[in-house]
Every structure is written in structure tokens, then in C-alpha cells.
């Protein structure tokens, strides 16, 4: 319904985003997850056709968004991150505001506007002035303005940033069923936010997808891998040494370390590298203090996908990995 075709944004020499390709299938809805400065409003801001990209191009329903922007942008509904309400407005009257910069004829607005209040369940506070709501009423009403026209697709930025616990709950529940009626990309950096709303979830790092698939299908296929830690009493004299001799026994992909007596071995899936391992400190004397073997969580997945050491080039996994959902 909505696809981004190796979208890039450049800023000067500095590249915001770097030449991602996804699709957000009709009916689905598909979060954007990735830390902060990861590239998501850049990405979000072209797929609404709020940015030019550098290079790259977004088709809406197969329309080309920059091509044909009037009739790709009537498919859309966009809440952007920091949503600009009228403080000074009441909620129906910055919502005709918003129906009659949609084109929407006084009677096609005055239903829309009802529908919108009711479908995010503002009708009671229809008449209160927007500057005296809460922060989570003040983000319906954005939502209600975004769905005002009817689209195909809404596409909401960081959509729970700054409200409380409850009011959380509240917006994911309304976005669950709005995405009953829309097709629906959303940006969060929160990891359980896609795991309770997603269908599919890209994970984007430093303007790169980094991985991509079903919430289950991630977590299935990392939690499948593990990662054996092993701690030293007292460094090993050659700690490069050690880490290369560690990172060639069978079944280990990666090796982290994590200070001078600990170190990390990420390991493929069904590996468990503890005995060479132990072999290994025996024949090296190495003395041991702990051999453990730790399971992944997804939390650790996005860790691992978004983190790097210092002055390391890319993440740890390298090239977007794609899992079958
Ligand atoms: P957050 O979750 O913090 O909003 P994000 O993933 O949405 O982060 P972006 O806002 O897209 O990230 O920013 C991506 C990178 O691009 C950041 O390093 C940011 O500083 C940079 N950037 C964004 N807008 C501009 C701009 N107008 N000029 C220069 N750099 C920019």
C-alpha cells in the first residue's frame, strides 16, 4: 500500500537516511523501530511527502508520491511527532479547520468530524479548548484531524512519546483499531510498543535497516541463539590473542568483550561452544571464573542491531537480515 524505494535523505555530507526499501502491505501495520537519531522522522517525513528525498522515491497505492503528490498525499492521514494543535481552538472547531484544508464539503466535514470524534472517543470534550486537555486527549485529537479525509494509510510518528502509563495504554488501544479500518506505519523507539501493535517490524539504525520480519519470527529466530559469557580471574595476557582463539572454536560468530575479564561469545543457533571453551582455558591457562550460557531476548536483538563499540563501523550483525513472517 505504502513503499519506500532505497529512500535517502542526505543533510550536507551527513546521510540521514541510506537507501531503505520496504512496503506496508494493505490492511497490515508495520513499525518502524530504532533509537533516537536512528532516521525514522527523516524516513516518516518523505513517506509522507513532507521531505523531499535526496534520492529514492515512495509510491502510495502504486502512485508515485512525488510525481502525482496531491492524490498519493489524499491516501494519507500523518500524525507528525510533535503534533501542532491550536491551543486557542476548540477540538470541533480546529477539526473543521482541518476538514476544510482537506477540501472536505461542509457536509462531508460536519460527518467526518463526527465520525473522528467518536471513533477516538473525543465527543465529550468536543467543545473544551485543545491548550486545556491532558497530553493524551491533545494526541487524539491529532489523531482524529489524521483520519478526518479517510485514508488508506495513516503514518504516526513516535505516537506515545510524552504521555503517562495509562494514557499509553489508552493510545494503543485506539491505534489497534484504527488499524482495523487503516492500513498503518508507525515510529517508535519502544521495543514492546511493535511487539503489542505489529504485524512486521523494520528495525532501522543510523539510516540503515538493520533487520526486518514479524515480531515472532525475530524473536523466534534469536532466541534460538545464544551467548556464552565467560569470565576471567585476571585478564589473559593477550587479550586480542584470547578473543581470536575464542572466536574460532565452532558455533561462535562474534566475540564482545565486556571489560579486560569478560567476554561475550555470540553464538548460531542449537551452538554451545562451553567445553571447547573450557579446553581452550585449560590449554592457554586461562583461569576461569564463570562459563555461562545466556539465551537472547529481543530486547538483546535490538541491542545488539543498534549497538556498536567504539569506533566500530558497523552494528554487530552487519546487513539487514530478513526473516520470513
Ligand atoms: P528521534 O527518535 O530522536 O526523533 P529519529 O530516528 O526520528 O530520532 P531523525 O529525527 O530522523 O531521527 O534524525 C536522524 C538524523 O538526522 C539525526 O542525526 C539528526 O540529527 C539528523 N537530522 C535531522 N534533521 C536534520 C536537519 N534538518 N539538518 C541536519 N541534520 C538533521
Not at 500500500?1 to 508495520?30: K, W
Not at 550460557?293 to 556498536?308: C, G, I, N, W, Y
Request: proline share 6%.
Amino acid at each position: 500500500m505504502i513503499e519506500a524505494h532505497q529512500l535517502t535523505r542526505r543533510y550536507g555530507d551527513f546521510t540521514a537516511v541510506d537507501g531503505i526499501s520496504f512496503a506496508v502491505p494493505e490492511g497490515e501495520i508495520v513499525g518502524m523501530l530504532g533509537p533516537n537519531g536512528a532516521g525514522k522522522t527523516t524516513a516518516i517525513r518523505m513517506m509522507t511527502g513532507f521531505l523531499p528525498p535526496s534520492s529514492g522515491r515512495v509510491t502510495v497505492g502504486g502512485r508515485d508520491l512525488f510525481a502525482d503528490p496531491v492524490a498519493a498525499k489524499r491516501e494519507i492521514g500523518y500524525l507528525p511527532e510533535n503534533v501542532a494543535l491550536y491551543p486557542e481552538m476548540r477540538v470541533e472547531e480546529y477539526l473543521a479547520y482541518r476538514a476544510r484544508l482537506e477540501g472536505l464539503e461542509r457536509a462531508a466535514a460536519r460527518r467526518a468530524i463526527a465520525s473522528a470524534l467518536d471513533r477516538c472517543l473525543i465527543a465529550d470534550v468536543r467543545r473544551q479548548v485543545i491548550g486545556t486537555l491532558s497530553k493524551g486527549y491533545r494526541q487524539r485529537v491529532g489523531l482524529a484531524a489524521a483520519i478526518l479525509h479517510d485514508p488508506k494509510v495513516l503514518v504516526l510518528d513516535e505516537p506515545t512519546v510524552g504521555l503517562d502509563p495509562k494514557q499509553i495504554v489508552a493510545i494503543r488501544e485506539l491505534i489497534r483499531e484504527l488499524g482495523g479500518r487503516h492500513t498503518l506505519l508507525l515510529s517508535t523507539h519502544i521495543l514492546p510498543e511493535v511487539e503489542l501493535l505489529c504485524r512486521r517490524v523494520v528495525i532501522i539504525d543510523r539510516g540503515r535497516i538493520v533487520a526486518e520480519g514479524s515480531p515472532e519470527a525475530l524473536r523466534e529466530r534469536w532466541l534460538g541463539t545464544s551467548q556464552v559469557r565467560i569470565g576471567f580471574a585476571g585478564a589473559p595476557p593477550d587479550p586480542g590473542a584470547a578473543a581470536a582463539a575464542l572466536g574460532a572454536l565452532p558455533g561462535v560468530e562474534a566475540v564482545r568483550a565486556e571489560g579486560p575479564e569478560t567476554v561475550h561469545l555470540e553464538c548460531a543457533a542449537g551452538a554451545d561452544p562451553r567445553p571447547e571453551a573450557f579446553r581452550l582455558a585449560v590449554e592457554r591457562g586461562w583461569t576461569l571464573r564463570e562459563l555461562a550460557m545466556e539465551k537472547a531476548s529481543l530486547e538483546d536483538l535490538f541491542v545488539r542491531l543498534t549497538t556498536r563499540e567504539e569506533g566500530a563501523g558497523e552494528p554487530a550483525a552487519g546487513s539487514a537480515e530478513e526473516v520470513a513472517s
